[in-house]
């Protein structure tokens, strides 16, 4: 990909405009992963108007082209992400959003690959999982092309709790959330450390006992935290933005970094024909490596089950 002379490697799209579109193009403005931004909207008008408002902030950023444009401006975009979609309403789950959103994408993904783009597509709009695998068919990109955010934000999460809990620096914490991103979703507990320190033992370390109930209520807390933010707020977006700008700087920089995105498996975890969020090796090609990541047997039953729930959802929409 970094030797392909029809990509611009400093240049991104944000299809969709919305809460979550918006957040994600400002936030990659802040962090100076790229030189040229373009934002994409079926209403031209709020596209417009982002890219002016973040715009005025780059006397105080890096320097950087940001404007409103249309699928022409994509084809030669090294990073393409997808927001667009219909909001998550309070009360409403993320399979519920699937009918809606994938009339969407419909509509979006043709225009990507007619323009036969070959830059990294991103999908971050919900259900996600759902939405990558229909972004990889209808486009027929290759697998480590289209990738989803999937759990990427919900590790996040993972780890905020716990370095409170703890009362240490959540960038020391190492566990992960695999799974659907979404109800089914589930925590890597056996693998859970602080800096190599098995999280048990660091627990009593710290001075606290009964760690499973603790575990439930913080593996609770993650898995619900979007309805938390929607309930009071009615949208969640900085916290995507973050671990948008986050899976960015590992493609822009090829970092081989191992974030746990949508990938497609085959095979892995005795999962195929399924995007699901797993922890994979992230560059400059996209998902370059899905990695099998030790599971207790519990935890393969919960992946499993999670699977099985996803592939329910794509047979009922008929993906």
């Known amino acids: 990909m970094r030797d392909d002379p029809n990509l611009d490697h400093r240049k991104a799209a944000v299809i969709g405009c919305g809460f979550v579109g918006s957040a994600i193009a400002f936030t990659l403005m802040q962090r100076g992963i790229f030189s040229e931004m373009v934002l994409i909207d079926v209403n031209v008008k709020k596209a417009e108007g982002e890219a ?13 082209e940001i404007y409103a444009g249309n699928y022409d401006d994509i084809a030669d975009a090294a990073f393409i992400v997808i927001a667009a979609g219909a909001n998550q309403k309070p009360g409403e789950t993320r399979p519920q959003l699937i009918e809606k959103n994938l009339e969407i994408f419909s509509k979006i993904i043709p225009e990507i690959k007619k323009r036969d783009c070959q830059g990294i597509i991103l999908v971050v709009s919900n259900p996600v999982d759902i939405l990558t695998y229909a972004a990889l068919k209808m486009s027929g990109f290759p697998p480590h092309r289209v990738i989803g955010s999937g759990t990427v934000l919900d590790t996040a999460r993972l780890k905020y709790l716990l370095g409170r809990r ?30 190599g320190v098995d999280l048990n033992h660091f627990c009593e370390l710290r001075g606290f006992s009964q760690h499973r109930e603790a575990m439930d209520k913080i593996y609770r807390e993650v898995r619900d935290s979007a309805y938390e933010i929607i309930e009071r707020k009615g949208a969640s977006y900085y916290g995507i933005a973050m671990a948008v700008a986050r899976i960015a700087e590992c493609i822009d920089r090829d970092e081989h970094s191992v974030l746990p995105i949508s990938v497609l498996l085959d095979g892995e975890y005795g999962i195929s024909g399924l995007c699901l969020s797993i922890p994979a090796v992230v560059g400059a090609g996209g998902a370059e490596k899905v990695l099998e990541i030790p599971l207790s047997g519990a935890e393969q039953r919960m992946l499993t089950a999670s699977a099985k729930e996803v592939e329910k959802q794509l047979l009922q929409c008929k993906v």
């Open 166 to 195: 703890l009362d240490v620096d959540a960038r020391s914490v190492h566990a992960v959330i695999i799974g659907e991103h979404g109800d089914s979703e589930l925590a890597v507990w056996s693998g859970a450390n602080v800096s």
């Open 52 to 64: 002016l408002d973040i715009s005025h902030g780059l006397p105080y950023s890096a320097p950087m």
